[in-house]
C-alpha cells in the first residue's frame, strides 16, 4: 500500500491506495499476476478467485509462488501461465533479454539503456513468439509442438533467432530514443550478427538478399506437406518467393489453420482444377517415350509431374520437390518433362559445405552413379558455375585414390581425362587439376611441396569425386564428423531450375533451396 512505511522510490509505482488487505484479497477477481517473491504463496484458491482465463507469471525462482501444474489444476477455464522454470512451457529467463539488450546498445555505442530499449526488446521477443519455429528448436525442446498460444506465448531460449530480433530492435530504440553514439544500417547489421553465427549463414543471406530483390513463382510440389506449408509462409512472409502449392485445398487449409499461419498462398488443386492444357502438353512431350493420351491424364494428377509442366509450360518459374520421395523418384519427372540445358547432357546433385573458414563445393552427390570422364568433365564445369553464384571463385580437383598417375586403372583415367581435357580448353577460366587424393587437393603444403607443378596453387574449393558413391558418403561424413554445415543439394545441368530436396529435410533448408532456385530463375532471365 502507498502509504506503507517499506515502500521505496521502486515500488510506489505499483503501490495502490486500496484498502488494506492479503494477498487473496488482492488477487480475488484479478486478471494478471506477476510474482516476483517467494515460493509457495499463492494457493489453489487464490487461483480460483481470478478472473476468467487469467494470466500467471510465478516468477520467483528456484520455486515460483505457484507451481505450474496446481495453478492449471484450479482452473477449468484456459490459464496462461508462465514461471523461471525450464521444465514448464513458458520459461521466462534472463538469457531472453539481458544478452541481446547489451549486444544492440554496445554496437551502436549507447549512453543508457533507457525504457525503449527495454520495450523493444519485449516487442521484439512477442514478435518472434508468433512466427513459425524452426525445427531445430522444436527437436532441442523433445519435439513437443511450439505454437503461438498458452502453451507458448515467449521464444525458447535456445531459439538462435532471438538474437536476430532483439537484438536490431534495441539498437533501433537506442537511435531513435538520441542515447546512441553510431549510427547503423538494420539490414547490414542483422547480416553482420548472422555473420557471426557460420560460414552458411552469411552464404545463404547473399543468395536470400538476391531472391528479395525479385521474387519468383515457385511451384512447391508436395504442398499438402506440414514443412512445406510452413516453408511457403516463412517464403511470403520474407518476400523470397512467391509460392505455388499443388494439393489438397481443404486439406493445406487446416494443416495452416492448425498451424497457426495466417497467409494465402496460391493452391493448384489436382482434384478440382481443369489440367487438360498440362495433361496435353504432358502427352506431346513424352508420347514418342511410350506414354499414351490417358497415361497423361493421369500422370499429371501426381504433383511432381504438374509441377514440372507447370515450369516447362512457363506457368511457373521454378519447382521445388523431393520431401515425400525417393530422391530418384522424385527426380525423373523433371529430367523427363524438362530435361537438361541446351549446353549441359547430364545433371548433377552439388552439396555445399561450409566449415568456420572454408567453403566447399562437393559433386556429384545424387545422381550419378559411375560417371564416365564426359560427365566428369561437365559436372566440373557446372559445379565451378554454381560456386560464381555464391561470389566464390571456383578451384576445382578431380578426386580419386591416386596422385597425377601414381596408379593407372579404368578408375584413375577417367577424372585424369576430364581433367586434360579441362586444362586444355582455353574457355576454362578456373583453376582445375586431377586426379589426386582428396588430401593433396585440400592440403597447401602438398600442393606446394610434393606436387608444386600442380595448376592448383592453393586448396580446392570445388571437389569432383570419381563416382556417387564416393561422394554421397564424403558429404555426409563431412556433414556429421567434421562439423560442416550442408546446403543442397542443389541440381545443376537442368534447362529450368528444379531442385530436390532429401527426405527429412527441415523447412530451413526448403527455404534455402527456394532461394536457391528463385536466384537460379532470375539467372535465366539475363
Not at 239 to 260: C, F, H, Q, Y
Request: with cysteine; glycine share 8%.
Amino acid at each position: 500500500r502507498a502509504e506503507a512505511d517499506d515502500v521505496n522510490e521502486f515500488k510506489k509505482e505499483f503501490a495502490s491506495g486500496r484498502p488494506e488487505g492479503d494477498l487473496a484479497d488482492a488477487m480475488a477477481g484479478a486478471d494478471v499476476f506477476i510474482g516476483l517473491s517467494v515460493g509457495g504463496i499463492v494457493s489453489e484458491e487464490m487461483v480460483r478467485s481470478m478472473g476468467d482465463d487469467p494470466i500467471i507469471f510465478a516468477m520467483a525462482n528456484p520455486d515460483p509462488e505457484i507451481g505450474y501444474e496446481e495453478a492449471k489444476a484450479a482452473r477449468e477455464d484456459t490459464v496462461i501461465m508462465a514461471t523461471g522454470r525450464s521444465d514448464y512451457p513458458n520459461q521466462v529467463n534472463n538469457v531472453l533479454g539481458f544478452p541481446f539488450i547489451f549486444r544492440g546498445a554496445l554496437d551502436v555505442r549507447a549512453t543508457e539503456i533507457n525504457e525503449a530499449m527495454k520495450v523493444a526488446a519485449a516487442e521484439a521477443l512477442a514478435e518472434l513468439a508468433r512466427q513459425d519455429v524452426p525445427d531445430a528448436v522444436v527437436k532441442a525442446y523433445g519435439d513437443q509442438p511450439l505454437q503461438f498460444g498458452p502453451g507458448y506465448i515467449i521464444p525458447k531460449p535456445l531459439d538462435p533467432r532471438v538474437l536476430f530480433e532483439v537484438a536490431p530492435a534495441v539498437a533501433e530504440a537506442a537511435i531513435e530514443s538520441g542515447c546512441a553514439r553510431q549510427e547503423l544500417n538494420t539490414e547490414e547489421y542483422v547480416e553482420r550478427l548472422e555473420a557471426r553465427l557460420g560460414k552458411s549463414r552469411e552464404m545463404m543471406r547473399v543468395v536470400l538478399n538476391k531472391a528479395k530483390n525479385d521474387p519468383k513463382r515457385l511451384v512447391l510440389a508436395e504442398g499438402d506437406d506440414e514443412k512445406m506449408i510452413r516453408a511457403a509462409y516463412q517464403l511470403i512472409d520474407q518476400g523470397i518467393a512467391e509460392p505455388v502449392l499443388l494439393g489438397d485445398k481443404t486439406e493445406i487449409w487446416s494443416e495452416a489453420d492448425r498451424l497457426g499461419l495466417d497467409f494465402e498462398p496460391e493452391i493448384v488443386d489436382p482434384e478440382a482444377e481443369n489440367l487438360d492444357p498440362y495433361a496435353e502438353r504432358l502427352y506431346e512431350l513424352r508420347k514418342r517415350d511410350g506414354t499414351t493420351r490417358r497415361e497423361a491424364d493421369e500422370l499429371v494428377e501426381d504433383g511432381n509431374y504438374l509441377g514440372s509442366v507447370m515450369v516447362e509450360m512457363g506457368d511457373a518459374d521454378a519447382m521445388l520437390t523431393g520431401l515425400m520421395h525417393h530422391y530418384p523418384s522424385a527426380l525423373r519427372p523433371p529430367l523427363q518433362i524438362i530435361g537438361t540445358a541446351d549446353d549441359a547432357d547430364y545433371a548433377a546433385g552439388v552439396y555445399m559445405l561450409t566449415f568456420k573458414n572454408r567453403v566447399v563445393f562437393v559433386a556429384d552427390a545424387t545422381v550419378n552413379q559411375a560417371p564416365d570422364e564426359d560427365i566428369l568433365e561437365e559436372v566440373t564445369r557446372q559445379t565451378a558455375e554454381l560456386a560464381r553464384r555464391f561470389n566464390i571463385e571456383p578451384r576445382a580437383a578431380l578426386l580419386s585414390y591416386s596422385d597425377f598417375g601414381s596408379v593407372d586403372d579404368e578408375g584413375t583415367r577417367k577424372p585424369r581425362e576430364a581433367a586434360r581435357r579441362l586444362r586444355s580448353d582455353p574457355a576454362v577460366d578456373f583453376p582445375v587439376d586431377g586426379e589426386m587424393q582428396a588430401d593433396t587437393a585440400v592440403v597447401e603444403e602438398m600442393l606446394s611441396g610434393t606436387y608444386d607443378f600442380s595448376k592448383l596453387e592453393d586448396p580446392a574449393n570445388v571437389l569432383v569425386f570419381p563416382n556417387l558413391e564416393a561422394g554421397n558418403i564424403a558429404y555426409k561424413l563431412l556433414q556429421r564428423l567434421g562439423g560442416a554445415e550442408a546446403i543442397g543439394p542443389m541440381l545443376v545441368g537442368m534447362d529450368k531450375p528444379v531442385h530436390v530436396l532429401q527426405r527429412g529435410d527441415e523447412v530451413k533448408d526448403i527455404v534455402n533451396l527456394a532461394g536457391v532456385a528463385v536466384v537460379d530463375a532470375q539467372d535465366d532471365e539475363r
